[in-house]
C-alpha cells in the first residue's frame, strides 16, 4: 500500500527551525515528484514547493524562498523540509504529496502539526 | 502565477440535489489538448483527496456521482445525488505551470 507517513507534531518557540520528514513506502520516491503544502489553521491550501528526488532539482513558491528548504533522502526513501526562523506566522498543518509529471497529488501524508509559540 | 477563484466560499444543498462548484483560472490551464485542473476534497482534520484530475479524469475509487468539466480558464465540479458523506470543503488546483501551482480558496460544502 502506498504512504506517506510524516513526523510527529512539533512544538517550538520563535527563531527556532524544524526539519519535516515524510516517509514513502511500496513506491520509490525517485520515481516521482514530492511536494510539500501548507495549511493555517482554518486556511486554505498553499503549495511550499517540490523536489525531484532522482536528481535533487527543487522549485519553490517565491512566497517560501529563504523560508523552506526541501531535500531528500533516497537511500531511505525519505523527504524534508526544514523551515528556519520560525514565528507564529508558520504555525500550520504541513502535508508531503506526491506527484507524478502531470502534477495532481494522488497521495498525501497524513500531515504534521508544527505551533510555534513563546 | 496562475490565480484560482473558487465560487460561491460556502454552498447549502439538499441531500439527493446536485452541488456546483466554479473554479476560474486567471489564464488559460489548457494545452496540448489537456487541462491541467484538479479537484480535492477535504474533510476537517484529514489530508486532501483526490477526486477528478485533467479536469474531468474520476480518480479510481472515486463515487462517480462527482464529475468535472470545463477548458481553458473555466472549470465546473459538479456532485450528484449529493450524499451526507460529501459534506466538505472542496479546492481547484492547477499545474499548468510552475512555480507557483496553486490552489483555490476553497468552497465548504454543507447539507441543508
Known amino acids: 500500500e502506498v504512504l506517506l507517513q510524516q513526523s510527529g507534531a512539533e512544538l517550538l518557540k520563535p527563531r527556532a527551525s524544524v526539519k519535516l520528514s515524510c516517509t514513502a513506502s511500496?513506491?520509490?520516491?525517485?520515481?516521482?515528484?514530492i511536494h510539500w503544502v501548507r495549511q493555517r489553521p482554518a486556511q486554505g491550501l498553499e503549495w511550499i514547493g517540490r523536489?525531484?528526488?532522482?536528481?535533487?532539482?527543487?522549485e519553490y513558491d517565491p512566497n517560501f524562498q529563504g523560508k523552506a528548504t526541501i531535500t531528500s533522502d533516497t537511500s531511505s526513501n525519505t523527504a524534508y523540509l526544514q523551515l528556519n526562523s520560525l514565528t507564529s506566522e508558520d504555525t500550520a498543518v504541513y502535508y508531503c504529496?506526491?506527484?507524478?509529471?502531470?502534477?495532481?497529488?494522488?497521495?498525501w501524508g497524513q500531515g504534521t502539526t508544527l505551533t510555534v509559540s513563546s | 502565477d496562475i490565480v484560482l477563484t473558487q465560487s460561491p466560499a460556502s454552498l447549502g444543498v439538499s441531500l439527493g440535489q446536485r452541488a456546483t462548484i466554479s473554479c476560474r483560472a486567471s489564464?488559460?490551464?489548457?494545452?496540448?489538448?489537456?487541462?491541467?485542473m484538479h479537484w480535492y476534497q477535504q474533510k476537517p482534520g484529514q489530508p486532501p483527496k483526490l477526486l477528478i484530475y485533467?479536469?474531468?479524469n474520476l480518480e479510481s475509487g472515486v463515487p462517480a456521482r462527482f464529475s468535472g468539466s470545463g477548458s481553458g480558464t473555466d472549470f465546473t465540479l459538479n456532485i450528484h445525488p449529493v450524499e451526507e458523506e460529501d459534506a466538505a470543503t472542496y479546492y481547484c488546483?492547477?499545474?499548468?505551470?510552475?512555480?507557483?501551482?496553486?490552489f483555490g480558496a476553497g468552497t465548504k460544502l454543507e447539507l441543508k
Open positions: 504529496a506526491r506527484s507524478g509529471t502531470v502534477g495532481y497529488f494522488d497521495y
Open positions: 511500496d513506491f520509490n520516491i525517485k520515481d516521482t515528484y
Open positions: 489564464k488559460s490551464v489548457s494545452t496540448s489538448g489537456y487541462s491541467y
Open positions: 485533467l479536469a474531468s
Open positions: 488546483q492547477h499545474s499548468r505551470e510552475l512555480p507557483p501551482l496553486t
Open positions: 523536489i525531484d528526488p532522482a536528481n535533487d532539482n527543487t
